[in-house]
């Protein structure tokens, strides 16, 4: 079987499309993945023989650029018109596409598979774009959520009007060089009657919507059998388990202000400090070079957090699961999007601390980092690892082999 993958996002994006491709690969299928075309994409695709169709310009590029919210319709006409041309070739002869991404990428994809007579799924890996009366949905830039109004169906309507005004046009426009219809309600045409919802049912459990028949794969990982960087080792072997302070593919505003406050803030602890460079490019060359501190790039999380003593991080879903697996107690520093979310959930199983807002100061990370160093969330951490599901790209991949819960050829939701 052959079988395109399809998003447009950060790293969180496209990392769990790596696991599944190496699962359905396994078992015989042909995979491609269309994704932004980074580098740091295609080679990490290229490690497992699986070649990256890029689509769009640069996430990184684009994620420091920061459109402001007047250009996301334009932004949406992009992405779309990316998906529909990329996709297009990418998924002839396919016999599925999974689609998934920012939600105009997604809606370009899957109209292509419409167009092709190809089966395909959606998936998200937050469950914040389903819509459900137990909670509010995130509000878009530019668009916030009315004042006042705490009626959760209302505030979904509400969502619904807002993504149609903002990608309903654009949608249209790539569809009708497809030779397809415009779709009514954008929002409901992406999720569909049976999404997928690619996260750990401990960490993020689904509670149920009526109209929804969410089927919960577990979150999408893979082994990474990548050795840490010798300089990076013998940092860890040299003194009790530092603290990792990385705010993954986050820009950061202020970021020397961030590094100083992290670096204050950890030692004050007694703490030695391992400093993420990230999209933010961090750095520690403006301070005093002791030896406390080590500066790393991009590198294995799965082997890492395991030995430090906590993980200050921007509240990624990728990220949040791997330190919840590897049993690190968390420190969530939430910037946008579903970020919050997951630092309430941290907080709530009490294996971390949800940081107040997007910029951390000495006191605020100092007191955050004081509930996550305390033994109490260490152990409470040690004991929700042993919960997280290890099988979800497999277990995906097994749905997407037997044709389980995927859309119709020629059939919109």
Not at 40 to 61: E, I, K
Not at 247 to 262: K, L, N, T, W, Y
Request: include cysteine; charge should be negative; hydrophobic fraction near 45%.
């Amino acid at each position: 079987m052959r079988f395109v993958l399809s998003t447009y996002g950060s790293r969180g994006d496209v990392e769990p499309l790596v696991a599944l491709a190496v699962r359905l690969r396994e078992r015989g299928a042909e995979v491609r993945v269309c994704a932004p075309p980074d580098e740091d994409f295609a080679r990490r695709l290229a490690g497992f023989g699986v070649p990256l169709v890029g689509v769009g310009p640069s996430a990184r590029a684009l994620t420091k650029a920061a459109p402001p919210p007047s250009s996301l319709p334009e932004h949406a006409a992009r992405l779309i018109a990316g998906q529909v041309e990329a996709v297009t070739e990418a998924a002839r002869g396919c016999d599925v596409v999974v689609a998934t991404g920012v939600l105009p990428a997604a809606a370009g994809a899957l109209s292509v598979a419409e167009r092709l007579g190809v089966r395909s799924v959606s998936v998200t890996f937050q469950q914040l774009t389903l819509p459900s009366p137990e909670r509010p949905p995130l509000a878009y830039p530019g668009r916030p959520l009315p004042p006042g109004v705490t009626d959760n169906e209302v505030l979904w309507d509400l969502d619904a009007e807002n993504v149609d005004a903002l990608f309903g046009e654009a949608l249209a426009t790539g569809r009708a060089s497809l030779g397809l219809p415009p779709v009514d309600d954008v929002r409901g045409y992406v999720i569909g009657d049976r999404p997928w919802l690619a996260t750990d049912p401990v960490l993020d459990p689904w509670r149920g919507a009526p109209g929804l028949d969410v089927v919960q794969t577990g979150a999408w990982l893979l082994p990474d059998e990548r050795p840490l960087p010798a300089g990076l080792e013998a940092f860890l072997e040299a003194g009790e388990p530092p603290v990792y302070v990385g705010f993954g593919s986050m820009p950061m505003r202020e970021s020397a202000d961030v590094a100083r406050v992290a670096v204050d803030a950890v030692r004050a602890h007694g703490r030695r400090l391992l400093l993420a460079r990230g999209w933010a490019d961090l750095d520690l060359d403006p301070f005093d070079g002791r030896d406390d501190c080590l500066l790393v790039g991009e590198l294995n999380h799965q082997a890492l957090f395991g030995r430090v003593a906590a993980v200050v991080h921007h509240g990624g879903a990728g990220t949040t699961t791997t330190a919840t697996r590897a049993g690190a107690p968390q420190v969530v520093v939430p910037q946008a999007a579903d970020q919050p979310y997951w630092a309430g959930r941290v907080a709530g199983l009490g294996i971390g601390a949800a940081h107040d807002g997007p910029t951390p100061t000495f006191a605020s990370l100092s007191a955050a980092l004081g509930t996550a160093l305390s033994p109490a969330t260490g152990a409470r951490a040690k004991s929700v690892a042993t919960t997280v599901r290890t099988d979800g790209a497999t277990e995906a991949a097994r749905l997407l082999l037997t044709g389980t819960g995927l859309r119709t050829p020629h059939t919109p939701a």
